[in-house]
């Protein structure tokens, strides 16, 4: 059964720095593009970036580029979110995905994603 488990989030201070992971089991994640995902409080869940399987191909949204990276291990089944100088704005769910075919590119649309993680919660104080 495939399964995906975010984790690192917590409460941090504007301006400072979490590492969020994206763990798979029940499949082999390369292969599989993976997106990331957050969803404040009564908004709507909106697109952060993501990686292709190989991890040769990265997107991110305009309003985390220069402060957000994504990247992958392959061989831990692992999907990595850098988040630096974070701001208030920011504090949301966290949500990791799979495309649902390997080799499919990634994607901003959350429909085009089929297994989801449970979230993992990230608080940015000002």
Do not use: H
């Not at 990331?36 to 991890?55: C, D, I, L, N, Y």
């Not at 990791?96 to 608080?123: E, H």
């Amino acid at each position: 059964q495939v399964q995906l488990v975010e984790s690192g989030g917590g409460l941090v201070q504007a301006g400072g720095s979490l590492r969020l992971s994206c763990a798979a089991s029940g499949l082999t994640f390369s292969g599989y593009a993976t997106g990331w995902f957050r969803q404040a409080p009564g908004k709507e869940r909106e697109f952060v970036g993501g990686v292709s399987g190989t991890g040769g191909s990265i997107l991110y949204a305009d309003s985390v580029k220069g402060r957000f990276t994504i990247s992958r291990d392959n061989a831990k089944n692992t999907v990595y979110l850098q988040m630096n100088s974070l701001k208030p704005e920011d504090t949301a769910i966290y949500y990791c995905a799979k495309r649902p075919r390997s080799n499919w590119s990634v994607s901003s649309t959350r429909s085009d994603y089929d297994y989801w993680g449970q979230g993992t919660q990230v608080t940015v104080s000002s």
